[in-house]
C-alpha cells in the first residue's frame, strides 16, 4: 500500500513569513494527526483528526497555526506568520483507528517524511 | 496525563553486542504502548507494539520488548546489534493520543 505522503520535503522562510504543508494520508485510514519534531526532541503532537473533524487540537498555537482536513481525507497545516522556534519537522500520521476504544483502537500510527522547515 | 520516559539520551554499542533500551510509562490503566524507529532525515517506523497478552513481544528487524508492569517499563532488546541500526528510537504511550519519549540516539561502533 501507498504510504503517508507529504509536501514538501523542504521549506526554508523568513520570519513573519506564511508556509503551509501538504499531507495525504493513507487510504481508509479515518484518524490524522500532525506532530512538531523540534531537533533533539520526540515528536509533540498538534492537532488530530478523525475524518474530517479535529478531536485534539489542545497543543496548537492557535495564534499563528492552523490546519484542516476539508474532505476528510488530505490534510493542510498552515503558519502565518512563522516565528524561529518554529523550526522543526513536521510529521504527519494516519492510522485506522476510528475514535475511542474500539478494535482498531490500538492500530499503530503510519508517518510520513516529514516536512523540515527552516525559518530564518 | 499518560507518559513515557526515556532515561538514556545517547548510547554507544559494538557491533554484535547486544542492546537495550529503557522506557518507563507513567499510566493508571494497561498502557498500549509502542517502539518506533527514526532514521536521519526519515519518519517513524514502527517497530512493535503491546496492548495486552504475553509481556514478552517480537518486532521487525529482530527487535523485543518486555512489558513489565512492575517497574511499569517496557525496554526494547536486540541480542546482536548491526551498524544499520544506528538511528534514533522513541517509545509512545497511546490513550486518546500517542504520547512520544525524548528518544535515543543509538551509535554503532565497528
Known amino acids: 500500500e501507498a504510504g503517508v505522503a507529504q509536501s514538501p520535503r523542504y521549506k526554508i522562510i523568513e520570519k513573519r513569513q506564511s508556509v503551509a504543508f501538504w499531507c495525504n494520508p493513507i487510504s481508509g485510514h479515518a484518524t490524522l494527526y500532525w506532530y512538531q519534531q523540534i531537533l533533539g526532541q520526540g515528536p509533540k503532537l498538534l492537532i488530530q483528526?478523525?475524518?474530517?473533524?479535529?478531536?485534539?487540537d489542545s497543543q496548537l498555537p492557535k495564534d499563528r497555526f492552523s490546519a484542516e482536513r476539508l474532505k476528510g481525507v488530505d490534510s493542510t497545516l498552515k503558519i502565518q506568520p512563522a516565528k524561529l522556534e518554529d523550526s522543526a519537522v513536521y510529521l504527519c500520521?494516519?492510522?485506522?483507528?476510528?475514535?475511542?476504544?474500539?478494535?482498531?483502537?490500538?492500530?499503530?500510527?503510519?508517518f510520513g517524511n516529514g516536512t523540515r522547515l527552516t525559518v530564518t | 496525563a499518560q507518559s513515557v520516559t526515556q532515561p538514556d539520551i545517547h548510547i554507544t554499542v559494538s557491533e554484535g553486542a547486544s542492546l537495550e533500551l529503557r522506557c518507563n510509562y507513567s499510566y493508571g490503566a494497561t498502557p498500549y504502548l509502542f517502539w518506533y524507529v527514526q532514521s536521519p532525515g526519515q519518519g517513524l517506523q514502527l517497530l512493535l507494539k503491546?496492548?495486552?497478552?504475553?509481556?514478552l513481544v517480537q518486532g521487525i528487524k529482530g527487535f523485543e520488548a518486555e512489558f513489565k508492569r512492575s517497574q511499569s517499563s517496557f525496554n526494547l532488546r536486540k541480542p546482536s546489534v548491526h551498524w544499520s541500526d544506528a538511528a534514533e528510537y522513541f517509545c509512545a504511550i497511546r490513550d486518546n493520543d500517542m504520547r512520544f519519549g525524548a528518544g535515543t540516539r543509538l551509535t554503532v561502533k565497528p
Open positions: 483528526f478523525q475524518n474530517n473533524g479535529v478531536v485534539d
Open positions: 503491546y496492548f495486552s497478552g504475553d509481556t
Open positions: 500520521a494516519s492510522s485506522l483507528s476510528t475514535g475511542g476504544r474500539g478494535p482498531s483502537y490500538n492500530s499503530p500510527l503510519h
